[in-house]
């Protein structure tokens, strides 16, 4: 998996994937921003990457998904780096067959083993740095 982050400007920067399929990422103020931060779209990342799992799962049980929706809060340290300490998830699942405690089993299961964003939190990742004068 590749993707390129390109400098727009100071605060602003499109990320794009394999597929040529493109992001804005904004860190501006509120009165300027027009994009997510990189803390929203790892937020929306972990939603995203859990949801697909929990509806996937739920469908191969032959339940009935008529709407699902996850809102996703997080806290950050005041201090740099200020990583996330904590995350929050609400799934709110429209279903006339599921129980709570079947969608929660499911989402246990799914941020436990099989979320690959939620796993990546858990982990120590390993960064390289390369430097090129074009000049």
């Given at each position: 998996m590749k993707n390129?982050?390109?400098?727009?400007s100071d605060f602003v920067y499109e990320g794009q994937n394999e597929n040529g399929d493109l992001v804005n990422i904004d860190?501006?103020?509120p009165d300027e921003k027009k994009g997510h931060s990189p803390t929203e779209l790892l937020?929306?990342?972990?939603?995203?990457c859990a949801a697909v799992d929990i509806v996937l799962t739920l469908k191969k049980k032959?339940?009935?998904?008529k709407d699902f929706v996850v809102e996703t809060d997080g806290d950050r340290?005041?201090?740099h780096p200020r990583s996330f300490t904590r995350i929050h998830s609400k799934y709110i699942l429209t279903s006339p067959d599921?129980?709570?405690e079947e969608l929660m089993k499911i989402t246990g299961l799914v941020l436990d083993k099989?979320?690959?964003v939620a796993s990546s939190l858990n982990v120590k990742v390993d960064f390289s740095v390369e430097i090129r004068d074009t000049e």
């Open positions: 390129i982050t390109r400098y727009v860190m501006r103020g937020l929306s990342a972990v939603s995203a032959r339940k009935i998904v340290n005041e201090d599921t129980k709570p099989y979320c690959s």
